[in-house]
């Protein structure tokens, strides 16, 4: 599961599939997100007793029949969603 976000839509979950250290799949039943889009993807990463979020930036290359196919840029400064105190 990886949760996305862009522009105008608030943090949802969706699968991803075909991931690597450059892109990935993210399956979205009606993809809304136009390509060129920069959105934010946060992955919750469980080891154990400890939960990680990370976040990254991405690009949207492609959108297809039942998703779209990212490009990733680089680390996000912060979690979407998450206090600005923090």
Known sequence: MVYLSWPGQRL???RARNLSEHGAFVEIDRPLVPSGTVVRL???LEMGMVTRLHCVRATVRRVAQGGVGLQML???NRIPGRCASR
Do not use: A, L
């Open 42 to 44: 946060v992955f919750v």
């Open 12 to 14: 949802r979950g969706f």
């Open 74 to 76: 680089g680390r996000c």
